[in-house]
């Protein structure tokens, strides 16, 4: 690790980026991720790599799948609005066996919407938001160091599975600035898989790159299952804070989490026993976290989103068993006072009235 | 913690004000973090930045209440002045802002004419550095010596090398005391 470096969120994404080895990039502007643009503008030039601004996040996304087919360690990035049109490409991606990252800098609203920070893209991103049969790891930074961290173990990621790898960061994790260790640089061989498309003579069988079950067949379910199963075996990622005794357990991502860990803290002062799983990765959701909820009579989930999307996931993570409340925001980040008075409510509930 | 709201035209230099505060609270081993207004606020002409320096880790990057408000103008104490938590400081440049102007009677402020100090010293855009020198003078947020190396050092790591702006800091001390 390198020394601590001021940078904003977004950059450190883009250089982390390049320290893993990515040597593509094709992206749109749109606010608020257009810094990862406008670093990799220059930057990718200095490593020897290819950059292009699109006409359209449709086509950057495409060049992606390109750059994915011939090897490379390829990335695009965009928010909201652009983010929905790379769907069609995702799905591509996975269809493929392809690896890429594929990273949303969330913004509030649906629509256009606005350029502030929001969470409501969760169900979008976990879910498969293109069509077809198929999810993605989903990681979710809450800082510019996982900004960082996360974009670097991204791109391994999408090379263990083959397969794309979505990065759910948001307008505040990206805009902000914080002291940041950046990784080391790492060299990716374009040459090292058997299935990438490259140059060859006559007498080699030539490779494709195409809808896999095309060349698979049958045996394509069992491998597309135990894809899933291994991801969600091995993949599930998180972070807990005083789980072990609490009786309400705050469940939260990204820059929701911050405020949530403060919360954790303020309300243990006052005697109050919360606590906190953050999940780092979405998707595969970190249902093993929640088997060290044992005290737990109740779930609230804190997200910038006014529907609670998180809660089907806590739900299904803890059997439906115990009640999975919601404390959202579309315009602002939750603060912690108001959290801790929302825990307190929500524990005196649980103990029918008192505390 | 502190928390600090940095505001003023853009131009003055408040958000390279920030980055010095942060850069230096880097150096003291501290958390910080720096959160600006992005987007169609800056066509406006306003900018302005949240900072935070802490020991403990730091939560939002959004200031609900500050302790410190630096202004380099009259609209940004318009805005920014019902922030303060009672007993904040407020740094008002008065170069720019009427001498007759009322402010909260729970907040401390401290008045300096910033821009004529720098266009003085002729170094009219260190009106932020003569602003920090202010701030450091009516604050012991950091010990001043430290903080103008800080500020050197930030300028020398982008191959900047800005002698006036030991004066204008120093100068904005001396009219803080």
Same mark, same amino acid.
């Given at each position: 690790?390198?020394?601590? %470096?001021?940078? *904003? ?19 749109? @502007? ?70 890429? %990252? ?35 790891? %989903? ?58 498309? *490259? ?79 953050? @999940? ?5 959701? @970190? %249902? ?8 737990? *009579? ?49 524990? *005196? ?7 | ?177």
């Amino acid at each position: 690790m390198s020394e601590r %470096v001021l940078m *904003k969120g977004n950059e450190a994404l883009a250089e982390a980026a390049l320290r893993a080895g990515c040597r593509f990039f094709a992206g749109y @502007p749109i606010t608020p991720q257009t810094e990862i643009l406008e670093y990799l503008s220059w930057r990718m030039d200095e490593v020897g790599g290819s950059y292009t601004q699109a006409e359209s996040e449709l086509a950057a996304i495409n060049m992606v799948m390109g750059a994915a087919s011939g090897g490379a360690r390829a990335l695009t990035t965009s928010s909201g609005p652009g983010f929905s049109l790379k769907q069609e490409g995702i799905s591509y991606l996975c269809a493929s066996d392809l690896p890429a %990252v594929i990273v949303n800098v969330m913004r509030i609203g649906s629509g256009l919407g606005d350029i502030a920070q929001g969470q409501g893209d969760y169900w979008q991103m976990t879910r498969g938001g293109g069509h077809g049969d198929y999810r993605t790891i %989903v990681l979710a930074p809450n800082s510019v160091q996982e900004n960082a961290d996360l974009t670097y173990l991204a791109f391994d990621l999408a090379e263990k599975y083959l397969h794309p790898v979505l990065m759910a960061s948001d307008a505040a994790i990206g805009q902000m600035i914080e002291a940041v260790a950046l990784p080391e640089f790492r060299e990716h061989n374009i040459d090292r898989y058997e299935w990438s498309v *490259k140059g060859g003579t006559m007498e080699e069988d030539y490779r494709r790159i195409q809808n896999i079950f095309y060349t698979m067949g049958p045996a394509y379910e069992d491998f597309l299952r135990a894809k899933y199963d291994r991801m969600e075996v091995e993949e599930q990622r998180w972070e807990s804070t005083a789980v072990e005794d609490a009786e309400l357990v705050l469940v939260a991502f990204g820059i929701s989490s911050r405020v949530c860990e403060e919360a954790v803290e303020g309300a243990r002062a006052k005697g109050l026993k919360v606590g906190l799983i953050r @999940p780092i990765t979405l998707y595969p959701f @970190p %249902v093993k976290a929640f088997e060290e909820a044992k005290n737990a *009579k109740a779930f609230m989930t804190v997200e910038m989103n006014l529907l609670g999307q998180m809660t089907d996931d806590v739900r299904l993570a803890t059997g439906c068993e115990l009640p999975v409340y919601h404390y959202g925001s579309i315009f602002s980040i939750s603060d912690t006072q108001e959290l801790i008075a929302r825990a307190e409510e929500l524990i *005196k509930e649980a103990k029918g009235g008192e505390l | 913690m502190t928390e600090m709201i940095c505001a003023g035209f853009g131009g003055q230099g408040v958000l390279t004000a920030g980055m010095l505060l942060i850069h230096a609270g880097m150096k003291q081993g501290n958390n910080v973090i720096f959160y600006p207004s992005y987007g169609s606020e800056m066509r406006g002409g306003t900018a302005n930045c949240a900072i935070k320096i802490s020991e403990k880790k730091i939560a939002s990057p959004v200031i609900r209440q500050a302790d410190i408000v630096f202004t380099m103008n009259a609209p940004a104490i318009d805005k920014f002045e019902s922030i303060l938590k009672p007993g904040g400081l407020l740094l008002v440049n008065s170069s720019l802002v009427d001498e007759n102007r009322t402010y909260r009677d729970d907040i401390r402020v401290v008045k300096a004419p910033v821009t004529d100090i720098a266009a003085d010293l002729g170094n009219p855009r260190g009106a932020n550095i003569a602003m920090i020198g202010v701030l450091a003078a009516a604050t012991d947020l950091f010990d001043p010596e430290f903080l103008l190396a800080q500020i050197n050092d930030y300028f020398e790591a982008k191959g900047k090398k800005i002698p006036a702006n030991e004066a204008c800091f120093r100068k904005g001390m001396e009219t803080a005391q």
